[in-house]
């Protein structure tokens, strides 16, 4: 027993001196976490600002890289301490404002952030305009899939958390995909966008009530051509449940041709070929939506009705992952 008390007396003294999960010296400090874009590539890659200032530690300011395709962020330059404490200064002094503020305090404090954006390609790029209630972007789909008119939303949702979400529709009345969303923590500011090359980047965020400040402002990334693509794609398989066959190829062709990357919209019109007898053009097509997610097609693909006739061909089973023919109505071993 005596042995016991001393290892729980050691576990105790080790977390007794374990740093606290909120310091003390952050207690009735503010806390803000703030980014600003300035500037954009043709590719649609951008270059950001972030202040961050809290734990009661001094203030952080950098230059960042996003990438268009959600690899790794990259610091590319960080700010001296003046001039990091003299933007987090000023994001204090006024931090109680539902708007984004970042990034003229960036310009004023710290030009050469924007310089030297300027200079790696990103240029300075002014938010899409939306439609005069602030939170609708009216856009035009890739010019592969038809060039259809599109609508871009932004709206408060509720669960499972607040957000806002950003929604794409096709003006169809009920059917919106997400392409992305940003936590809330009090009140929303305005949300604003910037698109390049098929990225929608959004900028929003919240400020809580009361003090101290507690300020969250941050960016997110979506694809528009991946959003039109499942908009095509939940058109096709309405058309598919349907028994409209020809409707359904296309909408899931335009699909692909939204995003030629999309392995759910592949195997979705490689069912749909199935279903009307077009078993090569299934097989190429499933082989497609193989290459891109392999997992997908053989999870969807192994008790697929659609595809029972296709699964006797050897080169099918390769794709779904089976090993040996097993019996239609059974499933076959993982």
Not at 4 to 22: H, I, K, N, S, Y
Not at 122 to 146: C, F, H, L, N
Not at 191 to 215: D, K, Q, Y
Request: aromatic content about 4%; some cysteine.
């Amino acid at each position: 027993m005596r042995r016991l008390a001393l290892v729980g007396c050691l576990f105790a003294c080790a977390e007794w001196r374990m740093p606290p999960t909120f310091p003390e010296q952050a207690a009735g400090r503010p806390v803000i976490h703030e980014q600003a874009v300035l500037g954009i590539s043709a590719a649609g890659d951008l270059a950001a600002a972030q202040l961050i200032d809290a734990d009661g530690e001094p203030p952080s300011l950098a230059l960042l890289a996003f990438s268009r395709g959600g690899e790794p962020t990259r610091t590319v330059l960080g700010a001296p301490p003046e001039r990091a404490m003299a933007v987090a200064l000023r994001l204090r002094a006024t931090g109680h404002q539902a708007v984004p503020l970042l990034r003229p305090l960036v310009a004023l404090e710290w030009p050469d952030a924007i310089a030297r954006a300027a200079q790696l390609g990103y240029a300075a790029q002014a938010p899409e305009k939306a439609a005069p209630d602030d939170s609708i972007w009216r856009v035009t789909g890739m010019r592969e899939a038809g060039a259809l008119p599109l609508l871009i939303r932004a709206s408060r949702v509720a669960e499972p958390a607040p957000a806002v979400a950003l929604l794409l529709s096709d003006l169809v009345p009920g059917l919106e995909v997400e392409l992305a969303r940003m936590p809330l923590a009090g009140a929303p500011l305005g949300p604003e966008l910037w698109m390049r090359a098929g990225v929608v980047w959004l900028l929003a965020g919240s400020v809580a009530a009361g003090e101290p400040l507690h300020r969250a402002v941050g960016l997110r990334r979506g694809s528009l051509p991946r959003g039109e693509a499942r908009l095509h794609d939940l058109h096709g398989l309405a058309a598919l449940a349907a028994s409209e066959i020809e409707a359904a190829r296309r909408e899931f062709g335009r699909a692909i041709a939204a995003d030629p990357t999309y392995a759910e919209g592949l195997y979705d019109a490689a069912v749909t070929a199935a279903t009307a007898g077009r078993a090569e053009e299934a097989v190429a097509l499933l082989r497609r939506a193989a290459a891109l997610d392999p997992i997908h097609v053989q999870v969807r693909g192994r008790n697929d009705e659609a595809l029972a006739a296709l699964r006797g061909r050897a080169d099918v089973r390769a794709l779904l992952g089976m090993h040996r023919l097993s019996p239609e109505g059974i499933p076959p071993s993982p």
